[in-house]
T-cell receptor, first 116, second 114 residues
Framework: EAGVAQSPRYKIIEKRQSVAFWCNPI?????LYWYQQILGQGPKLLIQ????????DSQLPKDRFSAERLKGVDSTLKIQPAKLEDSAVYLC??????????????FGPGTRLTVL | AQKVTQAQTEISVVEKEDVTLDCVYE???????LFWYKQPPSGELVFLIR??????QNEISGRYSWNFQKSTSSFNFTITASQVVDSAVYFC???????????FGQGTELSVKP
């Protein structure tokens, strides 16, 4: 079974530029999560999708961050314009309530963003 | 408030020593789930264990064991006979509704020296 795929793995941009990240979850996983992990901290949820609907975006800075999951499969997270404090690793995870691994979140390798 | 505290920021041990990573959580919910994840230098989070709030049985998996105590709101993780490959950042996390977000602690960086 293929894991969660993310691209790009690394991105360096200057402040005020835009950037987009892509995530493809494990096949059949209805729930998709985007987390932000700042260096030295634990991941923090930005947004959670159930199929193509948003379940929780309470901690998403909506003035600059946006995310979509149009067909209920892969997802993109965008930052526009980027600030220095957005430098972090952006982790995508997916889960399914079914089977022995019910509700376990499987994480992708992450995208490391550096804003200069 | 829903919160996870990992008071140990860094731990350094010599190979073959036993080491315990502490995790204390706060939640108002009576049903919740606790997790441990490992994050090696490659960066990917690797699932280690899930425990639900109704199951206080301790668990052992090879060199790993977990001690869940609701009375002290703790979910500690012990590695027996540590190895260099155990070097990583370990995160404890709380999920207070099924399928919801994970609330992570700050992580404990474990360094196992040969």
């Amino acid at each position: 079974e293929a894991g969660v795929a993310q691209s790009p793995r690394y991105k360096i941009i200057e402040k005020r530029q835009s950037v987009a990240f892509w995530c493809n979850p494990i096949s059949g996983h209805a729930t998709l999560y985007w987390y932000q992990q700042i260096l030295g901290q634990g991941p923090k949820l930005l947004i959670q999708f159930q199929n193509n609907g948003v379940v929780d975006d309470s901690q998403l800075p909506k003035d600059r961050f946006s995310a979509e999951r149009l067909k209920g499969v892969d997802s993109t997270l965008k930052i526009q314009p980027a600030k220095l404090e957005d430098s972090a690793v952006y982790l995508c995870a997916s889960s399914s309530p079914l089977g022995l691994a019910g509700y376990e979140q499987f994480f992708g390798p992450g995208t490391r963003l550096t804003v200069l | 408030a829903q919160k996870v505290t990992q008071a140990q920021t860094e731990i350094s041990v010599v190979e073959k020593e036993d080491v315990t990573l502490d995790c204390v959580y706060e939640t108002r919910d009576t049903t919740y789930y606790l997790f441990w994840y490992k994050q090696p230098p490659s960066g990917e989070l690797v699932f280690l264990i899930r425990r639900n709030s109704f199951d206080e049985q301790n668990e052992i998996s090879g060199r790993y064991s977990w001690n869940f105590q609701k009375s002290t709101s703790s979910f500690n993780f012990t590695i027996t006979a540590s190895q260099v490959v155990d070097s990583a950042v370990y995160f404890c996390a709380l999920m207070y509704n099924q399928g919801g977000k994970l609330i992570f602690g700050q992580g404990t960086e474990l360094s196992v020296k040969p």
